[in-house]
């Protein structure tokens, strides 16, 4: 790992100062799951149509790559973002894969209710396709008693 990765990946505002553009290069050069998908999500986030279409695809087309990233780690960082108020929050990728982890216990204890809080904010706010399909798995699970 390189000097310029570390600092990258010390925190939410390092990795806030790096342009859409930047982040999408530094997740497809880089084979640390964890931090692909951190950077994917932030570029994501930003507009970044092929980090957009990487990360979905990923997501839904591949073997869950997604799944590779170690929750543990990349728990804290998506938590940092969704509140630091310099994070550009456009397209829900954040919300919806933090709800995710709620939602799923991934990283973190399971918590219904905030995933659900969050997969709502990301529809509010973004119409995230994601979010949707997320949200209306959740309710048509055994958790259907929460809405």
């Not at 799951?33 to 570029?43: C, D, E, I, P, S």
């Not at 997501?59 to 799944?67: D, F, I």
Request: hydrophobic share 35%; net charge negative; charged share 20%.
């Amino acid at each position: 790992m390189s000097t310029s990765e570390t600092q990258l990946w010390s925190s939410s505002a390092e990795i806030l100062k790096l342009s859409a553009n930047e982040l999408y290069q530094a997740a497809i050069s880089t084979v640390d799951f964890n931090k692909r998908y951190v950077y994917l999500t932030v570029a994501a986030e930003q507009g970044h149509e092929q980090a957009i279409e990487l990360l979905e695809h990923d997501y839904t087309h591949s073997k869950r790559l997604n799944k590779r990233q170690n929750h543990d780690i990349t728990f804290p960082i998506y938590n940092e973002l969704i509140h630091n108020p310099k994070c550009i929050i456009n397209h829900g990728y954040l919300h919806n894969y933090l709800g995710h982890m709620y939602h799923f216990g991934l990283g973190v204890t399971i918590h219904i209710e905030k995933a659900i809080d969050l997969y709502r904010y990301a529809i509010d706010k973004s119409q995230n396709y994601f979010a949707m399909l997320n949200l209306g798995f959740l309710y048509g699970t055994t958790y259907g008693n929460y809405r």
